[in-house]
């Protein structure tokens, strides 16, 4: 079993930043693929980025690359999101992710969920 507590939501301005972070329990951590995921009212659930659990791979959204940085201290069970220049339109709710082997892009494919972040991008 995972736990997973997402912190660092709020509201910012266009061309504003925010880091999130997303503790989790267990012993594991390391071989768990990690993900940031977002959804948007009236939108589906999308993957932002995600990485993986040893190696550090990473894959970003089209609309977020340049802007967003996924990391994860493996030693502190920790992830985080650093978002810059940010626009109107990554307005959502922010969920952190976590799943035993490889990321993938299909969030049914994700075993973990934390219960999410309000980030409110005001233009």
């Known amino acids: 079993q995972v736990q997973l507590v997402e912190s660092g939501g709020g509201l910012v301005q266009a061309g504003g930043s925010l880091r999130l972070s997303c503790a989790a329990s267990?012993?594991?951590?390391?071989?768990?693929?990690m993900g940031w995921f977002r959804q948007a009212p009236g939108k589906e659930r999308e993957l932002v980025t995600a990485?993986?659990?040893?190696?550090?791979?990473?894959t970003y959204a089209d609309s977020v690359k340049g802007r967003f940085t996924i990391s994860r201290d493996n030693a502190e069970n920790t992830l985080y999101l650093q978002m810059n220049s940010l626009k109107p339109e990554d307005t959502a709710v922010y969920y952190c992710?976590?799943?035993?082997?490889?990321?993938?892009?299909?969030?049914?494919?994700?075993?973990?969920w934390g219960q999410g972040t309000q980030v409110t991008v005001s233009s």
């Open positions: 992710a976590a799943k035993w082997g490889p990321y993938n892009g299909n969030s049914d494919a994700w075993s973990y």
């Open positions: 990485i993986s659990g040893i190696g550090g791979g990473t």
């Open positions: 267990g012993r594991t951590f390391k071989g768990y693929a």
